[in-house]
């Protein structure tokens, strides 16, 4: 039992470690574009370049700096530079993919500045930048990017409308800067140094019940010499045990009285109001499912926990469902329904503060609670 309870922790830690890597290295983004502007501004569509400079702040979200200039022939003759500055934020999908598509959106400046019209031209105002692409990882240094980007212009550079329409076509490169990232490598499972066995009768101190057997004396596996027997077969013999009754298979303590074991799910945790397993948490199930397919005779009870947050009627109808989405998982991954059931606590069960955001986080919660 005790090795099997180590198994399931360490597989669940490992399982959360890998889980939330991400790369956070600066990247640099040069760019080719071509600029389709808006009719209204006279000017003759044509390609430019792009420069950024960003890095991913956490799985989903990138924040670039980013710079393009275009120079346009103006259809009365005259030419004008158009530069653009601005910070761009893009909402990414698919974690778990090379290829991921993301939406954006930024501000910035934008100049205009040469001859246009038969007039000069030395303007800039406000711009607003939507955006939606795809962004394809090609080695661990090197990416490709594809955007649509439209662009809203408020630099009246014309002198005749408040705003233009443009929309900007870019394809590049996002270059790694710095070292590649370094997978953590999962903790080493190391079997124990031998343990002490004090009174010398073969079983060592770490689990020797009777830790002063006589010289000589025959022992049990616990350590302990069956004088008087062992009638509820718990391991404690008769004399020792406070609670004679206990039910096959339980774990019990050195009294013989039985205690639950719990083994939390680390890194299986649920957003505010959702019982939807996260992509994260995956990897910590998919870990708990092949242990307990080592050991066939683990049975266990799925319960989910909530936070403090909403009544407490709705938090145990939503542990109840989250108790029971991580059921359904192990079900459908192999793992036999008569080993498992599931049952939601609610809020009533916390392990940390529901007065933090991180408290709360840990209390949404799905546990292991080992019943044979």
């Not at 596996?221 to 509820?232: A, E, L, R, T």
Request: hydrophobic content about 35%.
């Amino acid at each position: 039992m005790k090795k099997t309870l180590l198994g399931v922790a360490l597989s669940c830690v490992a399982g959360a470690a890998l889980a939330n890597e991400y790369d956070d290295r600066w990247m640099l983004s040069p760019s080719l574009i071509f600029n389709a502007t808006d009719g209204a501004k006279n000017l003759e569509s044509n390609f430019g370049f792009g420069l950024g400079l960003g890095k991913f702040i956490n799985e989903k979200w990138s924040l670039d700096l980013e710079l393009d200039h275009a120079s346009f022939d103006a259809d009365a003759g005259g030419n004008v530079d158009q530069t653009g500055l601005g910070l761009m934020s893009r909402y990414h999908f698919n974690e778990e993919s090379s290829l991921r598509p993301f939406l954006g959106i930024g501000a910035g400046y934008l100049d205009h500045n040469g001859r246009g019209a038969a007039r000069a031209v030395d303007s800039s105002d406000f711009m607003l930048n939507l955006s939606a692409g795809l962004r394809k990882k090609i080695n661990d240094r090197v990416g490709f990017i594809s955007e649509v980007k439209y662009r809203l212009d408020t630099d009246d550079y014309t002198g005749t409308t408040n705003s233009y329409d443009d929309y900007l076509f870019s394809m590049g490169l996002n270059i790694a800067l710095g070292a590649a990232q370094s997978s953590k490598a999962a903790p080493e499972i190391v079997e124990p140094a031998p343990q002490l066995d004090s009174d010398g009768d073969g079983v060592s101190d770490q689990s020797d019940r009777c830790p002063d057997t006589p010289a000589g004396m025959e022992v049990d596996m616990y350590g302990c010499h069956d004088v008087d027997g062992d009638d509820d077969n718990d391991g404690v013999m008769n004399s020792k045990d406070k609670c004679p009754d206990t039910r096959a298979g339980a774990v019990v303590d050195a009294d013989g009285c039985e205690v639950q074991v719990v083994i939390e799910l680390q890194g299986v945790h649920f957003d505010v109001d959702k019982a939807t397993l996260r992509p994260e948490s995956i990897v910590i199930l998919d870990a708990a499912v092949n242990t307990m397919g080592e050991h066939g005779t683990l049975v266990v009870e799925v319960a989910g926990h909530t936070d403090s947050t909403a009544s407490e009627d709705y938090n145990q109808a939503l542990s109840e469902r989250r108790a029971k989405v991580v059921y359904d998982y192990l079900v459908d991954k192999g793992i036999s329904a008569d080993r498992m059931t599931w049952k939601g606590y609610g809020e009533l069960s916390p392990i940390a503060t529901n007065d933090t955001e991180e408290g709360r986080q840990k209390n949404r919660r799905t546990e292991l609670v080992i019943q044979d």
